[in-house]
């Protein structure tokens, strides 16, 4: 309760209010709000004395549970509210239905509402609703189609070896969707580099990342766009991770690696990707899934025209094999005057696979 100890007062004046909290006793509850959905007015004139407002409250007094029930004279509906639950008719009585009217035609269409929200029960009895059922038609030959192609990219990737990809793409960047390669769980354990690039000295110490990503910091350092900034970054932290599970995985490359790290999640990412359920060995098939991730994730970084040198540095092979990893990408060779340069054109179009003649 409220009350104020000054009157008249000013509009520069300070009021001095008392407040009294009246806590619920056994005896009496707290104010109610109730809602009637049905339009009844339990305040109107036309009310009937035989009209009722009912209160229910839980006996348990550890639960503050209250129910509401209405019964308007003469009506067999009674109506139920809850501080507990959502609004309900007893007994399912009450029907509602929509009316949709569509001036040009003239026509108004009355249409069921399913008080529990059952749509898809409701879908199993449309009976002669041929209009209805042509939509349902259409919807389901829809989403037939979607999985279709989805299902059909996803054995052409398996089949392929290469990371997920939309050979229809109209922009190089949407043909292998950096989102596909990089979860949404992801990004935040890829930022080493972009922070790396806020330190003064950042740029010098460098030495543990791949070449391709050495050689490209300078160029990120200056770029205004942040966004694009850290998108690029991210994308270089991957590429770094997955250059060095190749060389961890590797005679050859064991010692750069041994003291890399890899956040948990990455680590599982590689490990999914590349190493096979039952051995720990990487085999070749996982070797070249592993070498085309790191090309793609190169495109994204150099914007889709590529110099394919220092990744073939990194990744421990020759120049000649992987332009074929590229060439099996869907990429092209252009010349700029002595470089040769990966590019990605879209639509992809991929290289017929050969298959060996059974003698």
């Known amino acids: 309760m409220i009350t104020r100890e000054t009157e008249n007062l000013e509009e520069d004046e300070t009021m001095n209010i008392k407040v009294n909290q009246i806590s619920e006793k056994s005896d009496r ?14 305040c109107s004139e036309n009310q009937k004395s035989d009209d009722r407002v009912t209160v229910y409250k839980l006996k348990d007094t550890s639960k503050k549970r209250l129910q509401v029930v209405v019964s308007p004279q003469g009506s067999t509906v009674e109506f139920v509210g809850s501080n507990c639950t959502g609004e309900q008719a007893t007994r399912q009585i009450c029907m509602y239905t929509l009316g949709v009217l ?9 249409l069921p509402i399913a008080h529990n929200k059952d749509e898809k029960k409701r879908a199993l009895y449309l009976g002669d609703d041929h209009e209805a059922l042509k939509v349902l038609d259409e919807k389901l030959n829809e989403e037939y189609v979607k999985k279709k192609a989805l299902d059909e990219n996803k054995i052409s990737t398996i089949a392929r070896n290469i990371p997920p990809y939309d050979a229809s793409a109209t922009k190089p960047s949407k043909a292998y969707p950096i989102e596909q390669i990089i979860a949404k769980g992801e990004w935040e354990f890829l930022q080493d580099i972009y922070l790396l690039l806020q330190q003064e000295t950042g740029v010098a110490a460098t030495n543990a990342y791949p070449l391709f990503v050495q050689h490209r910091l300078y160029r990120l350092r200056d770029m205004k766009d942040e966004a694009k900034k850290l998108r690029v970054c991210c994308a270089l932290s991957l590429l770094t991770h997955f250059v060095k599970y190749k060389d961890m995985n590797s005679m050859v490359g064991f010692d750069s690696a041994k003291d890399h790290w890899f956040p948990d999640i990455i680590r599982q990412k590689c490990k999914s990707l590349f190493k096979d ?10 070797i070249n899934l592993l070498i085309r991730y790191v090309l793609v994730l190169s495109l994204h970084v150099d914007n889709f025209k590529t110099d394919p040198e220092d990744i073939a540095k990194d990744l421990r092979v020759s120049k000649l094999d992987v332009r074929k990893q590229f060439v099996n990408l869907g990429c092209k060779f252009e010349r700029d005057k002595t470089v040769l340069l990966a590019t990605l054109p879209v639509p992809l179009e991929f290289p017929q696979v050969m298959r060996k003649r059974r003698r």
Not at 102 to 107: A, I, M, N, R
Not at 277 to 286: A, F, N, W
């Open 29 to 42: 509850i707290s104010p109610i709000v109730a809602y009637f959905s049905s339009g009844y007015d339990p």
């Open 102 to 110: 569509d001036k040009e035609t003239q026509t108004l269409k009355i």
């Open 277 to 286: 359920h039952e051995s720990d060995k990487i085999y070749i098939d996982k």
